[in-house]
Nanobody, 122 residues
Framework: VQLQASGGGLVQAGGSLRLSCVSSGRTFSRYDMGWFRQAPGKEREFVAAISWSGGYLYYADSVKGRFTISRDNAKNTVYLQMNSLKPEDTAVYFC????????????????WGQGTQVTVSS
């Protein structure tokens, strides 16, 4: 299984970016997907998750109302639309895949992408 994230970059505070993550190697539409991030000197943290069907979404409180996760199963791709970006959103963003779980809060992800850097300037 391979997960290839892209779309990161440098943006000013208040701006927007859309991250993409393309999956290959297994049937994308059968698996939940998530986004995580890791800032320098900090632990990796959960950002958002979407169920295999796209019918269930879950967000970290820090991004709720600003970020939107979505997926296109025909394109084997999950997206993270990030609006109203803040300097504290600066991090390497990772996509991840998991078997469907009973709870959207589950952190049992088994495959991870390589990460894409997002830098928000003040």
């Amino acid at each position: 299984v391979q997960l290839q994230a892209s779309g990161g970059g440098l943006v000013q505070a208040g701006g927007s970016l859309r991250l993409s993550c393309v999956s290959s190697g297994r049937t994308f539409s059968r698996y939940d997907m998530g986004w995580f991030r890791q800032a320098p000197g900090k632990e990796r943290e959960f950002v958002a998750a979407i169920s295999w069907s796209g019918g269930y979404l879950y967000y970290a409180d820090s991004v709720k109302g600003r970020f939107t996760i979505s997926r296109d199963n025909a394109k084997n791709t999950v997206y993270l639309q990030m609006n109203s970006l803040k300097p504290e959103d600066t991090a390497v963003y990772f996509c991840a895949s998991r078997m469907p779980q009973d709870s959207m809060k589950s952190l049992s992800y088994d495959y991870w992408g390589q990460g894409t850097q997002v830098t928000v300037s003040s």
